[in-house]
Every structure is written in structure tokens, then in C-alpha cells.
């Protein structure tokens, strides 16, 4: 499953983790996460899966689309 520039701003916002902070968590740039978020680019697909995980390994859950749009959620403890 892919992810959207929304589904990373929506899913840092839950996770309470910045820009810079997801950028170092997954290894990359700061304007590597900035432009992506902006849909201003899309990153390599080691890149898309890194900032995934690292997303994931905060708790959030990656909704595929379903009929009513893709999204994100936080795991339940």
C-alpha cells in the first residue's frame, strides 16, 4: 500500500512527532519530509517505506482506501 503526503502530516499529528524528528527516525532529510508532505515530490520507495515504519513504530496504523478514502489511526494499547 502506498502512502499520501496526507496520510504522513495526519499520522505525524497524532503521534506528536515533527518534521525533524521523523526525519531522523527514518534517516533522511528534513526537506526530504517537508517536500514530500508539500506533494512537491515523491520519494524513492526505500524512503516511502522507511518513513512508514518509522510512523508505524510510533503506534500509527495505515488505513487503505475502503470506499470512504485512505487514512491513519493510532493503535490501540
Not at 495526519?10 to 526537506?31: E, M, N, P, T, Y
Amino acid at each position: 500500500m502506498s502512502v499520501s503526503p496526507a496520510q504522513i502530516r495526519a499520522g505525524r499529528g497524532l503521534a506528536d512527532i515533527s518534521q525533524k524528528d521523523l526525519a531522523a527516525r527514518c534517516s533522511v532529510s528534513l526537506r526530504t519530509i517537508v517536500s514530500f508532505e508539500r506533494g512537491a515530490t515523491t520519494p524513492i520507495p526505500s524512503t516511502l517505506a522507511a518513513i512508514r515504519a518509522a510512523l508505524e513504530a510510533a503506534g500509527v496504523e495505515f488505513i487503505p482506501e475502503n470506499g470512504g478514502g485512505a487514512g491513519v489511526r493510532l493503535r490501540t494499547p
